[in-house]
């Protein structure tokens, strides 16, 4: 295994990748595309189950050693419209919405494009044997999605964040929490909201790696309440250029997906 000083060297894969790799010729990558398929069912406090796909286009460029930034373009398919998919979660919107707005048939499933998302990282502290890496960040996320489907909210997202990430042998330990600012969609409900993501993971071997998280987010919305998911979540090294992810979600609130599950698979240059 790895001593510490060398995690260091490829912090910028533990970015990229989500975990680390072994290979001294994946370290000079800066580069990740990938694409996921995502799949949740759940009646998200509404009384009606929706189910959900989400097919989410990645790109992760990582140009310093400290600097990152992820791209996130999904698409999406939902069975009906009792919900809206913002910011990577789903949420009902106000009932007050619903009633003012009778063309809007809630009953008829919806496809298009999601609401982008741009998200950058900065290294305030790299890990050392005594301190854990510090990353400051910030979240953007576009009105590209169709509200009146859905598939948006119709406003400009964004917020700051902090994370936290130490090794301790094989085991690591990342903690992330942001706060979210949602723009001013009263016919929606739209409420400012802030999330707390907690994780641990055990390195099985230089290829493969699971982990267990919990993320939690206060009511993004007047009609909904707290989110609270757990995750059990696998990443894999298939080679240098190659690495595969997959998770089951269970939903522990009201207003969370009752079950999902999802996988990915990412080039890196």
């Keep these: 295994m790895r001593t510490p000083g060398s995690k260091i060297t490829i912090f910028a894969l533990t970015v990229l990748l989500g975990f680390p790799l072994a290979s001294a010729a994946a370290e000079n990558k800066q580069l990740s595309v990938g694409i996921g398929l995502d799949y949740a069912t759940g009646d998200y406090g509404t009384g009606q189950t929706t189910d959900s796909l989400a097919i989410p286009f990645v790109v992760d460029f990582y140009p310093t050693k400290r600097l990152d930034f992820e791209l996130v373009i999904p698409y999406l398919y939902q069975s009906n419209s009792n919900t809206i998919f913002a910011n990577g979660m789903r949420f009902s919107m106000a009932r007050t919405s619903r009633r003012m707005r009778p063309s809007f048939n809630l009953d008829q499933s919806q496809s298009g494009l999601g609401d982008i998302t741009l998200t950058t990282g900065y290294a305030l502290l790299l890990e050392t044997e005594t301190m854990p890496l510090v990353r400051a960040l910030f979240y953007l996320k576009f009105p590209t999605g169709d509200e009146n489907k859905g598939l948006g909210t119709g406003e400009l997202a964004a917020g700051p964040g902090i994370s936290l990430s130490k090794w301790y042998d094989n085991w ?11 723009g001013t969609n009263s016919d ?53 250029d190659w690495h595969a992810e997959g998770y089951l979600l269970r939903g522990l609130s009201n207003n969370s997906a009752d079950f999902g599950l999802g996988a990915s698979i990412f080039y890196n240059f």
């Excluded at 690591?172 to 949602?182: A, C, D, L, P």
């Design 188 to 240: 929606i409900g739209l409420k400012d909201y802030f999330t707390l993501d907690g994780e641990v993971g055990y390195l099985v071997s230089p290829n493969f790696f699971p982990s267990i998280a919990l993320w939690y987010a206060t009511p993004p919305s007047d009609d909904s309440s707290d989110i609270l998911e757990a995750r059990l979540k696998v990443k894999y090294r298939i080679s240098d």
């Design 172 to 182: 690591n330990v990342y903690g992330e929490t942001r706060y979210i600012f949602q």
